[in-house]
């Protein structure tokens, strides 16, 4: 092994391990769990990330919307996304046969499966799991945690989304793997939607912070829309949609939702491209 391949692997287990103290922590359970994670991550659940998926699912073959939808999440949290879409498509008459979270922190997993229970009605309940499973590795971590072989999981689901998690497969260089993986997972005609921070927007508070400290830290990297979306081209995916969107932080209270929500329609007229997030919704051929 080079030098150079032993810094490279040196600086990705250290990255692993913060990532891993970070995502265990007490703050990291307060920040991805839905009663305490802010007025802006609900908002945005109600409004532009429930539009998004509502698009998304509209593109499904006519045979799949009919039947009993099958839905996963990689790098779930504490499944505020999965929880607040599995309550809705219940309440608009859509049929989930099964939905699946997976996160590589098993106190997030825990704590999705506590929301669960306080959040979903018992019919939707026993139709969900949550599972251990890193965004990087996902078919094969999934296959250990279901005890099913990989191809018994080749085309098992309809549906596959990720917010504010594939940057960290960019940050570690293994976001074709992901991408390969989901596209592995869905069936033909499947559709995955991604969102993540993008990385021209120039005011995320991570950011501000760092800048504050006298030692700073190391952050993930940011990926470009461009970026997002080069995996899931290479996979074999067909884009739909690629764009920045979004001016609403997840952690945002009441009134800086409200101003937001005032103001997005003008800044996404003089700045689409420093939008919050990016999105790539992606469809896997038939």
């Avoid at 922590?25 to 945005?44: F, H, N, Q, V, W």
């Avoid at 996963?72 to 498509?89: D, I, K, V, W």
């Avoid at 995996?231 to 209270?253: M, N, Q, T």
Wanted: charged content about 25%; aromatic content about 10%.
């Amino acid at each position: 092994m080079t030098n150079n391949s032993r810094e490279d692997k040196a600086s990705a287990d250290r990255l692993q391990t913060e990532y891993f103290r970070e995502y265990t922590s007490p703050e990291a359970i307060s920040k991805y769990t839905r009663a305490t994670a802010g007025y802006g991550i609900g908002y945005l659940l109600d409004h532009d990330y429930k539009t998004v998926y509502l698009q998304a699912l509209d593109l499904l073959p006519p045979d799949v919307r009919e039947r009993s939808l099958r839905i996963l999440e990689f790098g779930c949290g504490g499944g505020m996304n999965l929880l607040h879409l599995m309550s809705f498509l219940r309440r608009q008459g859509v049929q989930i046969e099964r939905a699946i979270g997976t996160d590589f922190s098993p106190v997030l997993i825990e704590a999705a499966q506590r929301e669960a229970k306080n959040f979903l009605v018992p019919d939707d309940l026993k139709r969900l799991e949550f599972h251990p499973a890193k965004n990087e590795s996902l078919l094969t971590d999934l296959s250990v945690a279901l005890k099913r072989e990989k191809s018994h999981l080749q085309s098992a689901f309809d549906f596959i989304f990720g917010v504010n998690t594939i940057r960290y497969c960019h940050d570690g260089g293994n976001e074709l793997d992901c991408a390969k993986d989901i596209f592995e997972l869905l069936v033909p005609g499947g559709v995955c939607v991604v969102i993540d921070m993008n990385g021209r927007f120039p005011l995320f508070r991570s950011d501000l912070k760092n800048r504050l400290r006298s030692i700073k830290e190391e952050e993930c990297y940011v990926a470009s829309l461009e970026e997002y979306a080069e995996p899931f081209i290479k996979a074999g995916f067909s884009l739909v949609r690629k764009e920045h969107f979004c001016w609403i932080p997840h952690s945002s209270g009441r009134l800086l939702c409200g101003t937001m929500r005032v103001l997005s329609p003008v800044l996404s007229m003089l700045a689409p491209s420093r939008a919050m997030r990016a999105l790539v919704v992606a469809w896997k051929p038939v």
